[in-house]
């Protein structure tokens, strides 16, 4: 797969990200029997998402991806808006944010979104509203999906140091 990435210089005034990824290319066989061939079919995975800073404490976070196996398709769009907390004139204060929005599983379903950010823990809670005929099947229920995150630095990543933005260590 690739990703291409583009931030703003600006911090944090916009970004966008789009990708694409291809998988089981050599087509393996997942039959679970003897003598049976099953091949998997390609997927393929394209998705795009951005963030726009509307002013110090809002931002608008549009997503969407498209899923493409054999004769399956899948595409959620959606947005949500983040909220900032954190008081810009505390130093060392710990980042605090709210994401609410919503997202459309074409023809399938409503997914609306509650995340909380604290420092770098994120809990989020998710819940998939059926619209579709499978409605039926479910007896109108959804599914609620809970994730808690620890967010970290990437360890292979660089630090980097610049005159121009003032070390400390020099």
């Not at 954190?86 to 074409?106: A, E, K, P, V």
Request: charged share 20%; with cysteine; aromatic share 8%.
């Amino acid at each position: 797969g690739m990703t291409w990435t583009y931030n703003s210089k600006k911090p944090s005034a916009f970004g966008i990200c789009i990708g694409a990824a291809m998988f089981h290319l050599n087509n393996p066989n997942i039959s679970m029997m003897d003598n049976a061939q099953i091949d998997q079919t390609i997927k393929t995975a394209v998705h795009g998402s951005a963030h726009v800073r509307l002013n110090d404490k809002f931002e608008l976070q549009p997503s969407a991806y498209y899923l493409m196996q054999g004769v399956q398709q899948e595409m959620v769009f959606g947005s949500l808006l983040r909220i900032d907390f954190t008081d810009q004139n505390s130093i060392g204060s710990r980042g605090i944010d709210i994401l609410i929005g919503s997202h459309y599983r074409l023809g399938d379903a409503i997914i609306p979104s509650v995340t909380l950010n604290i420092a770098n823990y994120q809990l989020c809670f998710s819940y998939d509203v059926n619209i579709s005929d499978m409605k039926v099947a479910s007896n109108n229920k959804g599914g609620l999906e809970i994730c808690l995150r620890l967010l970290s630095k990437n360890p292979f990543t660089k630090p980097t140091h610049s005159l121009k933005r003032g070390d400390e260590r020099i």
